[in-house]
Structure formats: C-alpha cells, structure tokens
C-alpha cells in the first residue's frame, strides 16, 4: 500500500479515537456521582443520594424467589433508594466492613459503567451525563455469596 494511503488511514483513526476520549474531568465526576451513591447510602444522606440518581433510577436484583424458589427480579426506584437512605438502613453496616471501592469500567461519549465494591454487594452502574452533571440511570446489583447467609 502507499505509505499515503497508510499515514491518511492511520489519521483518520486517530482523529476518531480522539472524538470519543473522555477528560479527566468526566472521570473525576462519574467517581464522584458513584462516591455520593454509595458513601451517601452509608451515611444516611440522602441528599448526596439523590445528587447521584436520575429520577427514573432502576435499581434491581435478581435472586430467587422466596415462594417459589424460582428466579425473580426485585426492584427500586429513585424515591425508594432516597427514602430507605434517609432512614438509615446504610448507615446500619459497620463502619469496618464498608466499601467503596470505584472502578470505571467504561466511558463512551455521555454514557459509563462502573462497578462499586461495597460491603457485602457489588453494584454495577450505568451513568449518564444529565443536564450538565452524571446520574446513575440503572443499577444491577448482587450480593456477594459469602454474605449470603447472614
């Protein structure tokens, strides 16, 4: 191939690359939406909980069901996870076995994945850029087997 045709192809991906790379500003807010989740979850702010959630928040669990031992979805919305915080169901879990761990697995333009090592659960999060700020749109989450039984 001409090494024209090569430098112009390699160009163009670069060019391309460069229109989807995120700043470190983004990273730095996707962390603190996740960080005002889950350290909001534990302190029992529920404010700092609802900075992090869109209002049509989807949060859910797949587990068996307790009827019927089957698969079953539970879910939670925005005002549910916002009322629970107030309440203070986070701020339950000892300060000693409380996570925060962030990881942001992916960004793409407005969109991310991040996952949170908490306490006794894995969170993963989809966020999006919402009116100038992120909010995390949906949330799968799973406890971590050992926990199981307590």
Not at 2 to 24: D, F, M, P
């Amino acid at each position: 191939m001409n090494k024209a045709i090569i430098l112009a192809i390699a160009c163009s991906a670069a060019i391309a690359g460069v229109s989807h790379a995120q700043t470190a500003a983004d990273s730095a807010a996707i962390k603190e939406c996740a960080l005002n989740y889950i350290e909001g979850w534990y302190e029992g702010s529920a404010e700092r909980m609802e900075r992090a959630l869109h209002p049509e928040l989807a949060k859910r669990i797949v587990g068996p069901s307790r009827e019927t031992g089957e698969s079953a979805l539970r879910n939670m919305t925005a005002d549910q996870l916002i009322e629970a915080t107030a309440a203070g169901y986070g701020t339950r879990t000892p300060a000693a076995e409380r996570r925060t761990d962030v990881t942001i697995l992916d960004i793409y333009e407005g969109t991310a994945a991040v996952r949170i090592d908490a306490g006794e659960w894995i969170d993963y999060l989809h966020v999006a850029q919402w009116n100038g700020g992120w909010k995390i749109i949906n949330v799968l989450w799973q406890v971590r087997p050992e926990a199981r039984g307590r």
